[in-house]
């Protein structure tokens, strides 16, 4: 994790944007007992975490799910 990853982690702020795959944020969250919302794919978006303090966005897709990523201009017309 980097500094800036800690610092943002830190900071309040209820909702992050992100086009990043990788864990850090959540990683960084999670180590300052913040309970983050994470949301990779659209079926998640009208769940909500109970007690939640900060959403994530990861507007690309998650590490943890390969086959929902957008990586080339065909995957966001899909």
Not at 20 to 39: F, H, P, W
């Amino acid at each position: 994790m980097s500094e800036t990853h800690r610092i943002l982690a830190q900071l309040n702020i209820d909702t992050f944007w992100t086009t990043n795959y990788d864990g850090l944020i959540e990683r960084c969250l999670s180590a300052t007992k913040r309970t983050v919302d994470v949301k990779h794919a659209v079926n998640q978006l009208p769940q909500q975490l109970e007690a939640r303090v900060s959403v994530l966005y990861k507007m690309l897709g998650d590490r943890l799910t390969p086959h929902g990523a957008i990586l080339t201009f065909e995957d966001y017309a899909h």
